[in-house]
């Protein structure tokens, strides 16, 4: 294992993630990521409930849970304020999840959305529509 509580707030390397929060700065090393991925992997549909409520903190599913919701009503084309007023959610969270549905090649809204395609335009949409602030 990799993964360390450190002083610095700059990653190891590009492809490490950084988390703050709490009193303490963690790193988690991309190998370490990727076991994680290997685990998530292995169980069968019926087995990824029980797993992620052993591995996850209440809150943490619920903040999971909360970005997929706000995610897809992005994709439906709700604006920040409609999704702010059903969600409750903060501009900060809902700008968050709006970004990561164009990054890391648009993984999140294919996984939404299997016939969206993605593409360098879908991404200016989202860009231009945080711009806008909706």
Do not use: C, W
Not at 40 to 50: E, F, H, N
């Amino acid at each position: 294992m990799e993964s360390i509580r450190v002083q610095r707030r700059r990653p190891r390397t590009k492809r490490d993630v950084l988390t703050t929060g709490g009193q303490h700065d963690y790193y988690v090393a991309n190998d370490d990521l990727n076991k994680l991925v290997k685990l998530l992997g292995k169980p069968s549909r019926d087995q990824i409930k029980p797993l992620l409520l052993s591995l996850l903190t209440k809150k943490e599913l619920s903040d999971i849970v909360r970005r997929l919701l706000i995610a897809e009503m992005a994709l439906n084309g709700l604006t920040y304020e409609e999704i702010a007023n059903r969600m409750g959610s903060g501009k900060n969270v809902i700008a968050l999840v709006k970004q990561s549905l164009a990054s890391n090649g648009g993984v999140l809204t294919r996984l939404l959305n299997p016939g969206y395609n993605i593409s360098g335009t879908a991404e200016n949409y989202f860009i231009n529509r945080l711009k806008q602030g909706k």
